[in-house]
């Protein structure tokens, strides 16, 4: 099966200049989510869909960050306006089920290298 | 939000040892996975352990977990120089939702 698909690989732009990354998930998945990984940190999480309904965004810093999932496939994730601190690797994952008793494990995708000058 | 903390941060050994990095977490999960990361590559899931099961194993990793301790290890044995990554534990509570950890840095010299 194909992977996660994320776009582009890497991005430079200024600090107050907006920026958009692109994931399509592995086909079927009904979960999707968006990770920041800042070197030597471990993935955080900014938001979780389940097919085009926000599951959580508690972490995700809504005055700039935005990210919609339309028909419950492709997500893009947007920053506007970028600051220095939102340098980082943006990862996105999937999963074919939902919340339930058993979790399933998360494929994801290369990311997106974003360094904000 | 609950999450795992890896020791050691690195680790360095020499190819055809063994490997163990523990994890450490603060409240109850529901299972607790682990990855790996390749420099500049995304995740790939290696195991997933549930909360009441105590050991997994898949080809060369076996994974323990210790509910009382709230912690599990992840040992690699005999191993490659294509082991050389970062490994994560995550750990999934009430919302199922991965948190992860900072990771630990493994080099495996030829």
């Known amino acids: 099966e194909a992977g996660v698909a994320q776009s582009p690989r890497y991005k430079i732009i200024e600090k107050r200049q907006s920026v958009a990354f692109w994931c399509n998930p592995i086909?079927?998945?009904?979960?999707l989510y968006w990770y920041q990984q800042i070197l030597g940190q471990g993935p955080k999480l900014l938001i979780q869909?389940?097919?085009?309904?926000?599951?959580?965004d508690s972490q995700l810093p809504k005055d700039r960050f935005s990210a919609e999932r339309l028909k419950g496939v492709d997500s893009t994730l947007k920053i506007q306006p970028a600051k220095l601190e939102d340098s980082a690797v943006y990862l996105c994952?999937?999963?074919?089920f939902g919340q339930g008793a058993y979790s399933s494990p998360l494929h994801f995708g290369n990311g997106t290298r974003l360094t904000v000058t | 939000s609950q999450q795992g903390e890896e020791d050691p941060q690195a680790l360095s050994i020499q190819e055809g040892e063994n490997a163990t990095m523990n994890c450490s977490y603060k409240?109850?999960?529901?299972?607790l996975q682990w990855y790996r990361q390749n420099s500049g590559r995304g995740l790939v899931h290696l195991i997933l352990?549930?909360?009441?099961?105590r050991e997994k194993h898949s080809g060369r990793l076996r994974v323990t977990l210790d509910t009382s301790k709230k912690s599990s290890s992840l040992l690699i044995t005999a191993s490659r120089a294509a082991d050389t990554a970062s490994y994560f534990c995550?750990?999934?509570?009430?919302?199922?939702?991965?948190?992860f950890g900072r990771g630990t840095s493994l080099i495996v010299h030829p």
């Open positions: 869909f389940q097919n085009n309904g926000v599951v959580d």
């Open positions: 995550a750990t999934s509570g009430g919302s199922y939702i991965p948190t």
């Open positions: 086909s079927g998945h009904a979960t």
């Open positions: 409240t109850s999960i529901n299972n």
């Open positions: 352990i549930r909360s009441n099961e």
């Open positions: 994952a999937s999963s074919p």
